[in-house]
């Protein structure tokens, strides 16, 4: 049976060394590092709360090269979040925080790009999130590098981000309130996790305003940077 209109194109993000991984969902977790629940005015170790972005949000940047977002309409306040990035190879629900490295094919430099404005409006009003998060290259992604074989989730390295070359967000992935093994089992518990699904594990301290032609630096060790310019 043919389609009625065109499919939409499959989203795909590159993979060191060959290969694109393909988008099926984008999981997003809020406040998991706790100095960043501060300065939004949170305290507290709650459970984990997840938010979606619509797969096409994706920007997939190449390795050594640099990608454009367009600056997004209706807001005042467009936001900078670094994040690791875990994306996933095999699917399951219910998986067990110990298993859980083994559903991962890799990880990958993301920024969760965010209207502040408007998410400062629709929490007042306790209305939901996705105009502010779930908005049109609100996700870009630097190039995907897969796990090594049986090692464990990744739990430790240097998280930063800076623009035009001035440091802005300063963290490491040992600060996560609920570590990548531990999102995957909670995400697992509410939503049957699909090979292509990614999972935004939460951004450091250090949020910010950006403005049209900032260039954004993303940085996690051991993955490609992930250099973003705003238009
Ligand atoms: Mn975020």
């Given at each position: 049976m043919s389609f009625v209109i065109p499919p939409a194109p499959i989203v795909a993000v590159p993979v060191r060394g060959g290969g694109r991984f393909p988008v099926h969902r984008i999981y997003c977790v809020g406040r998991n590092y706790a100095e960043h629940a501060r300065e939004m005015g949170e305290s507290g170790r709650e459970a984990p709360f997840f938010f979606m972005k619509p797969a096409d949000a994706v920007v997939a940047v190449g390795e050594g090269q640099s990608g454009e977002i367009a600056y997004p309409s209706l807001t005042q306040n467009l936001h900078h979040e670094v994040e690791l990035v875990v994306a996933i190879g095999q699917g399951g629900r219910d998986i067990d925080v110990a298993d859980a490295a083994q559903h991962i094919f890799g990880y990958a430099v993301g920024l969760d790009m965010t209207r502040r404005d408007l998410q400062a409006q629709m929490k007042k009003d306790g209305r939901p999130w996705s105009i502010a998060k779930g908005f049109d290259q609100s996700a870009p992604i630097g190039t995907i590098v897969a796990r090594a074989?049986?090692?464990?989730?990744l739990s430790a390295g240097a998280i930063t981000l800076a623009v035009n070359g001035q440091p802005r967000q300063r963290g490491d992935?040992?600060?996560?309130?609920?570590?990548v093994a531990e999102t995957i089992a909670h995400l697992s518990r509410a939503w049957t996790l699909q090979p292509g699904d990614l999972i935004f594990t939460g951004t450091p301290a250090g949020v910010g305003a950006v403005v049209r032609g900032d260039h954004l630096q993303a940085h996690i060790d051991g993955l490609p940077e992930l250099s973003v310019v705003v238009r």
């Open positions: 074989p049986a090692a464990p989730a992935l040992r600060e996560l309130i609920w570590s």
